[in-house]
């Protein structure tokens, strides 16, 4: 059988939807057919049953094969008999017989796929509205994920076991707090754009009932307002039946790189008792992710450099504020963060005879533990932007692990 490819599938679907379909179709249509085009045995968004039918009989003119039912692990028979897509050009198709379903929140590059693909989880339900964090997505998955979680009806979204989010950290994050204060604006979930996503997440946990919900975001998220936001987020997710339990972990030991985050696990059932697992041990060295070759554009110049020691100088005096140190790199890198390609100061790596360099994107991948595999479209001003938005993928998977366990085994 000759297989499609699933850009040219989806181009095509989207196209000869438009012109079926004048009126009906959505500035989101790229993002369902890719969706359906992952998981044809669902619903997807944005995409009624007669779009579907009328995308089914252009791919392969014959109907769905009758007798298949929407279990999970059968996913990929149906799949293969109705759609012939060929994923060889992306690092990390859909999975081919899954184990559990997931949806990918705020979904940003990734971080949380990958994981949750690696333990055989298949991905039902992505959204992310920043353009070139989509294009990175698309190369990587396959997948143009959904745009503003906030317009997404939650009951359209496809049935999930475990729900995952690293929820946008600026309203919480120290940094994005002072800033705020200081131009007396509102912080934490009164923060005007970002800071109520997470009820949005509330109300998709509400309506689709997944077994597990798993969150990631900054320390200070605990911290926040004297802890009444963390409150909040605890009695919100208690409120609908749910455990909560959550622990600050520190990546260093698995990357690094020094980033303690909040990680959230909430299951349904609150006899199925969740741990976290034990990431303990010494700390890795930014030498072990270092490049050898490294293009003479990445070191900052004189400048700058000079700049960044002054500023430095004086901080240090007045104590507060801007520093900028060359790492040492037997120990784990600084924190990265997305603004960390505006001037490099969080981790900026020692040259002898000349100033430092900046950590190139693929550094930061490795920082944040993404596979080598894994592809970089984008500009190196998104790409920092981009990984120091992301998880820490090696926790992340270490979580999951646990978590998966914990859920029903399908089929059996
Ligand atoms: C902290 S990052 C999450 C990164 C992700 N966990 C990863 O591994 O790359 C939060 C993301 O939420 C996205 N975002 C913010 N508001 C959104 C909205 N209303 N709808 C969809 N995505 C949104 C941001 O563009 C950002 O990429």
């Known amino acids: 059988m000759t297989k499609i490819d699933h850009k040219e599938a989806r181009e095509t679907l989207v196209k000869s939807l438009q012109e079926t379909f004048p009126g009906e179709e959505s500035d989101e249509l790229g993002a369902a057919v890719g969706h359906w085009l992952q998981s044809p045995n669902h619903d997807v968004p944005f ?31 149906y799949y293969q008999l109705l759609l012939p897509i060929d ?10 017989t899954p184990k559990f379903k997931f949806i990918d929140l705020f979904a940003g590059i990734g971080g949380f796929r990958i994981a949750m693909q690696e333990l055989g989880g298949k991905c039902v339900f992505s959204s992310e509205w920043d353009l070139p964090a989509k294009a990175t997505y698309e190369a990587n998955f396959g997948e143009v994920p959904y745009g503003d979680i906030r317009r997404i ?3 359209t979204i496809p049935d999930h076991d475990v729900l995952c989010a690293g929820f946008p950290c600026q309203p919480f994050s120290l940094a994005g707090v002072s800033a705020r204060n200081s131009l007396n604006q509102a912080s934490g979930f009164a923060h005007e754009t970002q800071g109520t996503l997470f009820f949005d997440i509330m109300r998709i946990v509400k309506a689709k009932r997944p077994q597990c919900v798993f969150l990631e975001n900054v320390k200070n998220l605990v911290g926040h307002d004297r802890g009444k936001t963390f409150a909040v987020i605890e009695s919100s997710i208690r409120s609908l039946g749910y455990d909560f339990r959550y ?23 609150t006899d199925r008792t969740f741990a976290f697992p034990k990431i303990e041990g010494a700390p890795l060295p930014l030498k072990s992710i270092l490049e050898e070759q ?18 430095t100088r004086n901080n240090l005096e007045r104590g507060t504020g801007f520093t900028a140190f060359c790492a040492d790199i037997d120990k784990p890198a600084n924190t990265i963060v997305a603004r960390y390609g505006k ?21 930061c991948a490795r920082l944040q533990g993404f596979p080598e595999e894994f592809l970089i479209p984008v500009s190196k001003g998104q790409a920092y932007k981009q990984f120091g938005n992301s998880v820490a993928i090696p926790v992340i998977r270490k979580i999951a692990r646990n978590i998966v366990e914990l859920l029903p085994r399908r089929g059996t």
């Open 47 to 77: 995409l009624s049953t007669s779009m579907r039918k009328h995308c089914c009989r252009l791919l392969q003119s014959s109907k769905p094969p009758k007798g298949v039912n929407k279990r999970v692990g059968e996913d990929h028979e």
């Open 87 to 96: 994923w060889s050009d992306i690092p990390f198709p859909p999975v081919e």
């Open 153 to 155: 009806d939650e009951t």
């Open 247 to 269: 622990e600050l972990i520190d990546a260093s030991p698995l990357v690094p790189q020094k980033r303690v985050r909040c990680y959230m696990v909430c299951f349904r059932d």
């Open 294 to 311: 490294v293009d003479p554009s990445f070191t900052i110049s004189e400048r700058l450099w000079a700049g960044h020691q002054r500023r």
């Open 343 to 363: 001037d490099g100061k969080e981790c900026l790596i020692p040259q002898s005879g000349k100033p430092p360099r900046m950590l190139t994107p693929r550094e």
